[in-house]
Antibody, heavy 119, light 107 residues
Framework: EVQLVETGGGLIQPGGSLRLSCAASGLTVSSNHMSWVRQAPGKGLEWVSLIYSGGSTYYEDSVKGRFTISRDNSKNTLYLQMNSLRVEDTAVYYC?????????????WGQGTRVTVSS | DIQMTQSPSTLSASVGDRVTITCRASQTISSWLAWYQQKPGKAPNLLISKASSLESGVPSRFSGSGSGTEFTLTISSLQPDDFATYYCQQYKSYGITFGQGTRLEIK
């Protein structure tokens, strides 16, 4: 059974940094394409970033240059390093396994971790 | 980016009803479209990929159709467990985009 467990969320001031983690079981992060998707309070889903099994990365325009997706193969864990955080980054962040054709859709999801950016 | 627009934003229906949700893309995406169901406080659940391919374990009352720019998700006979929010998502190109969601509520 695939399980994805996100941790690392919390309350952070604007301009601060936070690293989210997604620990996987039942799948090997390095052999899969993995992604982060977020959902602001009361709003819809927004794709954030994706890393291919080969290491190529993609980002949504508003997070380019501020967020970095990465993985630790030895820990079977996906990360999202978030710098220069803004109020509008407040959301529940989900990690998900991506199935890739041209771009990706998402078949396994974690339960999410909440990030609140506020002074 | 490709914009995805769902209609209606809210849909009121009764158990046993047949309902259809529409998703329109701002440019052609062929059949590179997925549908998700999300319940409050939970992660989304993948229902359909490639516009009409039902995921394993998803009840057959769910179906998807369409190609190009217009797509539909149909639930043939609503069950109590189906009242949730539904999202479409294009995966023709990066940035990946979702529709704004359709909330399906009990009439």
């Amino acid at each position: 059974e695939v399980q994805l467990v996100e941790t690392g969320g919390g309350l952070i001031q604007p301009g601060g940094s936070l690293r989210l983690s997604c620990a996987a079981s039942g799948l090997t992060v390095s052999s899969n394409h993995m992604s982060w998707v977020r959902q602001a309070p009361g709003k819809g889903l927004e794709w954030v970033s994706l890393i291919y099994s080969g290491g190529s990365t993609y980002y949504e325009d508003s997070v380019k240059g501020r967020f970095t997706i990465s993985r630790d193969n030895s820990k079977n864990t996906l990360y999202l390093q978030m710098n220069s955080l803004r109020v509008e980054d407040t959301a529940v962040y989900y990690c998900a396994r991506a199935k890739i054709t041209l771009a990706g859709f998402f078949d396994y999801w974690g339960q999410g971790t909440r990030v609140t950016v506020s002074s | 980016d490709i914009q995805m627009t769902q209609s209606p934003s809210t849909l009121s229906a009764s158990v046993g009803d047949r309902v259809t949700i529409t998703c329109r893309a701002s440019q052609t995406i062929s059949s590179w479209l997925a549908w998700y169901q999300q319940k409050p406080g939970k992660a989304p659940n993948l229902l359909i990929s490639k516009a009409s391919s039902l995921e394993s374990g998803v009840p057959s009352r769910f179906s998807g159709s369409g190609s190009g720019t217009e797509f539909t998700l149909t639930i043939s006979s609503l069950q109590p467990d189906d009242f949730a929010t539904y999202y479409c998502q294009q995966y023709k190109s990066y940035g990946i985009t979702f529709g704004q969601g359709t909330r399906l509520e009990i009439k």
